[in-house]
């Protein structure tokens, strides 16, 4: 019965509305003590849960307006998720970030300094290299990174025999580099991507050896991270590859 | 016989001097007629052709350094990557660009206007409609689209089953959707992954049907630009997901 707050700060590469199925243009309200009208989340129950969610792509007019905006309004956008929303009680926050250590990232370490970050990379040694640099301005930040989580792990074919797609070792290699645990690793299943463009998570549904993985990296970061820590759970994305497959995800994991 | 110019403008998301081979620092040196040094491009030999690859890789002191730089910062640090590197003669540039619509695809857009983008996506529908937005951007700066390529098709397994592991049709829907063609399906290959890592792209090697996908993609690449359009082929990816399976190789393609 948690309260879970998702704020989708890949301002360009917004993908949330579609894959929660919660596609509906926000509305702004009048609120007691504020001059400014506030941002009401979208909702959706889920279990005894709710997730309140905010994304780009429900400001934008349709899914295809290019979003050309630049460095200071970045920081600006991601200031008024967090500020002019009506977040209401939460008992975690959930940030999906855009790939990188840009401006979103930055802005976002600055405004919630006691944030946790979880960093997703592939098992390609070329990915890792790429992620390990979030873990880098994560240190110089000061936030804490949780843990990272592998995905696109492996696939397992019918005949069941199992391929390393893109590579092995790289999020265990990346968990050592820097000190912290590997989470989880996530396997390649159809289901994924496919429930994702449906607006439908493997992980709500419950089908498949994907959706186990991310309860349990989801209980993993429950018990890991204290009671009392509201809007505490962040996480950080970097490279992670499929579309679907991701920490994207992470809103339903703890929901 | 071709000169290449490959320029990787994903400032955070590196990654072409390690799927190249070529994790050389790059040397500045002084050039006749202008007051400061010039940035001397490292060069592989493919075939009878040169790259010529120039990546911010290059330039800073180890792959796991984060690159905090802001919105103004990258535009500068693309308008030196056009501005100060002494490329020569060049039959074409290949721009690996970031995902998304950012500073450096603007900063692009507007100091290459001539430029040919190819955007890449995955099957996913959702994948598909973050890649819209890059075309969107191109329309209104006036760029061309000069094709689609679908990354991460589906998997054959060695039992000759064929899985759409990321869903279908999201490439050739995309093509539709901006009246351009689908240049291409990209297959998973492990070997492709593999080879990106170890600095030996499968184009190069011409092992395995994404090696032949990449090199049809690069003829009709070749074919559609006119001769004299010197430094005319720039590639633009979004959501390319799979790293080692990307546009990032495309200056293989066209060597």
Known sequence: GKTVGVLDADIWGFSIPRMLGMPDRLEAQKVDGRDK??????ERKVGNGVLKV?????LVEDEGTALM?????????VEQFLNDVQWGHLDYLVIDMPPGTGDVQMGLARMLPRTDLLIVTTPAVSAQKVAIRAADMARRSFLRV?????????????HGESYALFGTGGGQALADEIGVELLGQVPIEPTVAAGGDAGEPVVLAGIGKAAEVFSRIATRIIEDTPDNSDMAGCSARDEDAGVGVTVRRSPDLQA
Chains 1, 2 share one sequence.
Do not use: Q, Y
């Open 37 to 42: 009208p506030m941002i009401i989340p979208n």
């Open 54 to 58: 905010v994304s780009t792509g429900m």
């Open 69 to 77: 905006w630049r460095g200071l309004m970045l920081t600006k956008a």
């Open 146 to 158: 949780a843990g990272v989580i592998e995905n696109m792990s492996s696939f397992e074919c019918d």
